[in-house]
Each structure stands twice: as structure tokens, then as C-alpha cells.
């Protein structure tokens, strides 16, 4: 990917802020530009620094890191934004996603995928909680109504060890999978039998733990395997 990238850190308290800090700490790759807690000097801070990722965790009393994001954006508009929270709930996931934050973490359970979530939305990537993608219906809702940022595939290799572990034969049966083939229709596209065709796409389940066809769709939107424009078409 190249380059460190800069990131700003919001917490109310000393303790989340210690807990994000010893995350990202050791990537040599990282920097802290600064560290705040509270709305308005992240704000300020952000309009100065223009960093590369806002890692924010934000909840009442004040505002809400949600409201927050929109503001970010006007002042900085280049800075990608990651949420922690408590809970993985619905309405907070969605709200997250339609203020175009991009990437959604719960505090006791991904601390320790904060760097690899930093280096996926410094690329324009979605880094979602587990439990959020695989209520896959609606979340494809969420990404389809978004502005689609989409990233380059080769460099975005780099960073998500199970998008690096797919072949471009496996990439273009995702993609396929995402238009609504059936496996003969895919077998007749890329010359191969139905059956060696489900051998892939039970490969692909296993590499990135999905289980069934929607969860492979909803994953590669995320993780920039496919367009979301792709749809449209």
C-alpha cells in the first residue's frame, strides 16, 4: 500500500483511549498525529490535520459519533472514518453506514482487527463486525444505497488475507455469483462442469468462513471484490 497513514484518535475516557492506542501502537505503518476527547477538538483537529483515518469512539452524553461523521466529513473530506461502540445493534449499524462511516468494530470483540481495519478504509474499503454482515438481506440494502466507494483490487490484496488467498478464477465466479447465475450458467461462462464449479464456490465458503451463496455476495461488497455500480447494470 505505501506510505504511513496518519490517524486521529477520539475517546471520551482514558481507558478507551489506552485500548485504541495499544492496538495500533506497534504497526510501524501507523501514526498517531492525536489524540482527543471530546466533539470539538475533533473537530478542530481533523480540519487541521486532515488525517487519513478517524477512529472514533463516541457515544452519549454529547453527541453521537454518528452525527459527528457528516461534520467530519465537510471539514475533512479525504478522512475515512471507523466507529467502536458496546453493541452491534440494527439501528445503530445502519445509521453508521448511511452517514458514511466505514468501518463499524465493537470494542470487546475486534480490538485486535483495528489495524487491518485502519488499512482497509484508508483504501476506501468496508470493515464491518461479523455479527453486522451476516444479517447479509439488509446489508446489501445499506451498501447498494451508498455512494459506492470502490477500491483497486491489486492493492487491496495487500492488506485482507482472504482476499489475497482468492485466484482470479475464484474472484470471477464471485462475480458472477453476485449477477445471479446459476453454477451451469457459471460453467458456461468459464468453460468448466457444474460440478467443478461447486467445488470452487465451497473453497470459497471455507476461505472466508460464509455459508451460502448471499453471504458470499454480501462479503465481496464489502470487502471491494465487487462494484456495487455492478448491479445497475
Known amino acids: 500500500m505505501g506510505g504511513t497513514i496518519n490517524i486521529l484518535v477520539t475517546a471520551r475516557n482514558d481507558k478507551e483511549q489506552k485500548n485504541i492506542l495499544n492496538a495500533v501502537s506497534n504497526q510501524d505503518d501507523l501514526q498517531i498525529v492525536s489524540v482527543e476527547n471530546n466533539e470539538a477538538n475533533t473537530v ?8 487519513d483515518v478517524l477512529i472514533m469512539d463516541l457515544q452519549p452524553p454529547g453527541i453521537d459519533g454518528i452525527d459527528l461523521a457528516p461534520i ?13 461502540c458496546d453493541k452491534d445493534e440494527n439501528d445503530y449499524s445502519e445509521r ?38 451476516k444479517r447479509t438481506l439488509n446489508f446489501i440494502t445499506y451498501i447498494k444505497q451508498l455512494s459506492g466507494q470502490v477500491i483497486n483490487m491489486e492493492n487491496y490484496c ?8 482468492f ?3 475464484e474472484r470471477s465466479i464471485i462475480t458472477y455469483i453476485a449477477h445471479g447465475l446459476s453454477d451451469k450458467e457459471i460453467a458456461g461462462c468459464l468453460n468448466y462442469s457444474a460440478g467443478t464449479i461447486r ?20 462479503y465481496s461488497l464489502v470487502y471491494g471484490l465487487i462494484n ?6
Open 228 to 233: 456495487p455500480d455492478q448491479f445497475n447494470k
Open 167 to 169: 485466484s482470479p478464477t
Open 96 to 133: 453508521a453506514l448511511k452517514a458514511g462511516v466505514l468501518g463499524f468494530l465493537l470494542k470487546n470483540a475486534d480490538m485486535d482487527k483495528l489495524p487491518l481495519a485502519v488499512k482497509t478504509v484508508k483504501l476506501g474499503g468496508y470493515f464491518i463486525n461479523d455479527s453486522f454482515i
Open 72 to 84: 467530519i466529513h465537510r471539514k475533512s473530506p479525504s478522512t475515512s472514518i471507523i466507529i467502536i
Open 199 to 218: 467445488n470452487y464456490i465451497t473453497v470459497i465458503k471455507r476461505k472466508a468462513k460464509l455459508k451460502n451463496r448471499t453471504h458470499i455476495v454480501t
Open 158 to 165: 495487500h492488506i485482507h488475507e482472504n482476499c489475497l488467498s
Open 44 to 51: 478542530i483537529k481533523s480540519e487541521q490535520l486532515k488525517p
